[in-house]
């Protein structure tokens, strides 16, 4: 295993410097975050909160002016507020240059969204990494530049990512001097607890083909594995974070297996959800009894309309694409996709039995953004749902005060009304549908709801997020996903429904 080097290859067991660990220990780290979104923002804000010298680069020069004004563009809680805390330490530009010359340690955070084929698009990946190249080609460093790769991509994009580096130095023509290591660090964190997830991961993930670069990285993350930074927690939710040290193709791999597991998690329980349907049993109550088994866990069991985002169809359309590559197939991962697909479906499919046409039907979807806490309208299953609503003559209006007004909606509002309160949402409506299980579904009057829609009103709760009785109670007609329609002989009532509800609130 080797390390880049323009002037060769050095030893993989090289280590850091003695001088220059001893100024990284005592004085924290310089470093650039190059892509300022969900991903480069937490990861500047909490490695400045660690006591780094941050210095967050993005090309979007709107986007860098509002950073440095302390506003975040987007919705993620406690963000800002840390920002603001650790304002000193935290700077923001859109020139990569000089930040690259002097930092010790530069991440990559840019979108890789999916392109046509299925496949990473990986060009601002590649804009960066070449831009590096050409800033490090003027620079007088001590010290190999370690580049630190937070985008999901492709495996073997380490070393496409050391490629155009050289490239970069190349066309500048003054590379000689210049060394750097590159590093894979997938991010975890789940939008809506970024903060959170950044600070109190379940793991740090490194991937390197060189000892100088590992060590660096546990230098770096060392308070966060050891949990020694201030926060105002008490107790801590993690005591220590193992550090997992893997090469760099594996660690890329590591990322794009654990969202294709947690994809074919939801889509397995959707599977047996639509069984449970036919059968009687209530998926709720499956979930809840083989989640209690450890080597299954009760996370992501919750049936419903499917995962979406801006990352799990990306990653797992990535996965089968890279499997391509091979000319391997991948049977499983495609039935993941294709049961999210019908679970999509599925929505309009209970409007139907219950509406038979929808020409002229008023339908409110509560909620837009893929999951709770985030704006977030990227692989938004309320889009497709909405746009599937209209084709077939519906009427929607959608309540979304958070991911209401975002651009991102882009042509969609020329089809759907968004509202910002869920009664006026509600209010003549045929059927609502519940898209995104946020916390305050469970605290709507339903009393209020049932005499505000057109009679009979109808609910369809595309995450089971309900307790159905309660809604029933009201008078309204309650669809959920492999409920069934009867009641458990072992429902013990509301505190245990509660307790499953509370566990779909819990859905990432
Ligand atoms: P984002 O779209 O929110 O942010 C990306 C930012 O990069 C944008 O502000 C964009 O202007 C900037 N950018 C793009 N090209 C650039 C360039 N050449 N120079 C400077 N800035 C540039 O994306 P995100 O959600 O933060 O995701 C970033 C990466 O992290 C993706 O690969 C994604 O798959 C991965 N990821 C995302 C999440 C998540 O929950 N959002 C979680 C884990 C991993």
Known sequence: MVWMTLSGCRASTSTPKPRF????????????????????????????????????????????SR???????????????????????????????????????????????????????LSNVAAVARSIGQALSEANRERPLVVVNKSTVPVGSGAYISMLIQDGLEEAGNGEEADFLVVSNPEFLREGSAVYDSLFPDRVVVGADSREAVDVMRILYKPIIEQSFPTELDPKPKVAVPFVTTDLVSAEMIKYAANAFLATKISFINEVSNVCELAGADVADVAYGIGLDERIGSRFLSAGLGWGGSCFPKDVAALRAVAREYEHETPLLDATVAVNDRQRKRVILKLQQELHTLKGKRIALLRLSFKPKTDDLRGAPSLEIARDLDRRGGRIVCYDPVAGGRKAMGSATDFLKVVFDPYEALREAHAAVIVTEWEEFRELDWERVASLMQKPPLLVDGRNALNPERVRAAGIRYRGFGRGEGQSAFDSGEARVANLSYRNLERD
């Open 21 to 64: 660990v001893r100024r990284i220990v005592s004085e924290g780290f310089d470093i650039g975050v190059v892509g300022s979104g969900y991903v480069g923002l937490a990861t500047g804000t909490c490695l400045a909160h660690l006591g780094h010298r941050v210095t967050c680069i993005d090309k979007d020069v709107r986007l860098v």
């Open 67 to 121: 950073l440095g004004e302390g506003h975040i563009p987007f919705y993620e809680p406690g963000l800002e507020k840390l920002m603001a805390k650790n304002a000193d330490r935290l700077h923001f530009t859109t020139e990569l240059t000089s930040v690259t010359r002097e930092a010790d340690v530069v991440f990559i955070a840019v979108d890789t969204p999916q392109g046509e084929d299925g496949a990473a698009d």
